[in-house]
């Protein structure tokens, strides 16, 4: 479930889809990206390779998991920003965050992130922990206690499905690996994990309190939001 929901690797569909299911997917979701962690930095290190452009190479890097993940992180970003920007009642926003269309406010933000992120990108490393800083938040938005915004779809099957115990675990296992990723000084891995954390954090408490939980969309945004913030503190 993990590989087939986050990476476009052909996979047997799971027999059964159930809570446990669900919440082991989500816990498991770092090392489901670790082909797209692999071919960022590979991209960016190729790009250095032939003298591309900093900025070029860091875009290919962003349009590789981009593809990889089928966008379907960046389209839960912008369905994100179209509903909280569209209205404050939140039958409405969920609305418009169900819509297949972007709207302006998700299209600027949608913008945005992504040039934070190429921009913020200077070296494989940096572009294979960022990824993986970015899908590790999703076991803390699926953790114990967070609600569904809606009784189906993709939220609904993952919210509230991982232990805190097991979400707080994967936050400090990461934080704890990156402090021993090579050419990075100790502490900048930690960084990077801990400001991942604080940026989808902040996004998920906006999204429970006015959309009443978290929705497929939320998470992606979540990771979107998380991957900028982590290559900020590695830049």
Do not use: F, N
């Not at 990824?131 to 099957?157: E, I, N």
């Not at 998920?204 to 959309?211: F, G, P, Q, S, Y």
Request: charged residues 15%; contains cysteine; glycine residues 14%.
């Amino acid at each position: 479930m993990a590989v087939g929901t986050l990476t476009t690797i052909p996979v047997p569909a799971p027999r059964v889809i159930d809570r446990r299911v669900a919440g082991g997917a989500m816990l498991l979701a770092p090392l489901a990206a670790l082909p797209l962690a692999a071919a960022a930095g590979a991209i960016v290190a190729a790009g250095h390779a032939l003298h591309l452009p900093t900025l070029a190479a860091a875009a290919l890097a962003v349009g590789a998991v981009a593809l990889g993940s089928r966008g379907l992180h960046l389209d839960g970003l912008a369905d994100t920003a179209d509903g909280l920007g569209a209205s404050y009642d939140r039958a409405k926003a969920l609305d418009v965050m169900r819509r297949g269309d972007s709207g302006p406010t998700g299209v600027a933000t949608l913008v945005l992130v992504l040039l934070v992120q190429v921009g913020a990108i200077r070296d494989p490393v940096a572009a294979g922990v960022a990824v993986l800083a970015g899908r590790c938040t999703l076991s803390m938005a699926c953790a114990r206690g967070v609600p569904s915004a809606r009784p189906d779809g993709l939220g609904a099957t993952v919210a509230g499905s991982v232990p805190r115990a097991a979400a707080l675990a994967v936050g400090v296992g990461a934080a704890a690996l990156a402090a021993l990723v090579p050419d990075l000084p100790w502490w900048r891995g930690p960084l990077a994990v801990a400001l991942a954390y604080a940026a989808a954090g902040v996004l998920l408490r906006r999204c429970t309190k006015r959309l009443g939980g978290v929705t497929g969309d939320v998470l992606g945004a979540g990771v979107e939001v998380g991957v900028a913030a982590a290559l900020l503190a590695l830049v």
